[in-house]
């Protein structure tokens, strides 16, 4: 009778707890993995994607059994808890990047070609060199209501008339581009023309730039255009840049 009693009062490991933590762990790893391998070059775009929702899946299924696992350890004689709680944490790490990325998308236009001219965007020349076929085309035939889906989404993003001369703006548009970290591939006074690419800092994905100058009697008329070399939509970050930049040229101060 002392035996069986001993027997009834052990106390067992939730599986689900256990199970939490080798998931959240696997979905860690792989998120880990693919980001250092895209930005170290081993790793493509589309593998690099795939990577990422492997893992944020598998933390999502660490969530999930990270909660089964805390609500069966309040039970008594079911251990386990601290399991639960760590792999709930970690999947939730692993899968928050996907599902914020997925979110973002959701509110806006999937579109990464973004222009102030939209009846004549600036044109890439020194760059195309340094693209490669893999890149997302340049030719702004992709969706085929590019225009539409800016407009809608983005209506105050237009040429910006900047009250001072070609030279003194392209030096100021020069001076932030070099602030900001961008690698310039071709920068023209004279044409009133720059070409530069924005490297994101995590994934190392490449946006690429052109800025272009025109006189406009005493003053200047500026366009930007960003395009992202891979992904079909850029959750909204070249409008942003395009805006942060022709905000910060507006006011710039010498």
């Known amino acids: 009778m002392a035996h069986n009693t001993h027997l009834n009062s052990t106390v067992k490991p939730s599986r689900a707890a256990h199970w939490s933590l080798r998931l959240a762990l696997t979905g860690a790893v792989l998120v880990l993995f693919a980001v250092f391998a895209h930005r170290l070059d081993l790793m493509d775009f589309n593998l690099a994607m795939l990577g990422l929702v492997g893992g944020a899946v598998l933390g999502l299924l660490a969530l999930l059994a990270g909660f089964i ?109 070099t602030a900001r970290s961008w690698e310039i591939v071709t920068a023209s006074a004279s044409d009133g023309h720059i070409e530069a690419t924005a490297t994101t800092p995590i994934m190392r994905f490449k946006d690429d730039v052109v800025i272009r100058i025109r006189d406009e ?13 891979v992904g079909k939509s850029d959750l909204g970050a070249n409008a942003a840049r395009i805006e942060a930049f022709l905000a910060d040229l507006k006011d710039y101060k010498q």
Do not use: C
């Open 69 to 177: 696992g805390i609500v069966m350890t309040r039970k008594p004689k079911i251990s386990g808890r601290r399991f639960a709680w760590v792999g709930l944490i970690l999947g939730l790490i692993a899968a928050s990047p996907v599902v914020t990325t997925i979110y973002t998308a959701s509110n806006v236009p999937p579109i990464h070609d973004i222009s102030t001219d939209l009846q004549n965007p600036p044109i890439f020349k020194a760059i195309l060199a340094v693209r490669t076929d893999s890149n997302n085309p340049l030719d702004r035939q992709n969706p085929p209501n590019l225009v539409a889906l800016q407009q809608a989404a983005y209506p105050n993003l237009t040429s910006v008339l900047i009250n001072q001369n070609s030279d003194q703006v392209f030096n100021h548009a020069h001076a932030l581009v």
């Open 217 to 229: 009697e005493n003053s200047s008329i500026v366009d930007i255009r960003s395009v992202s070399r």
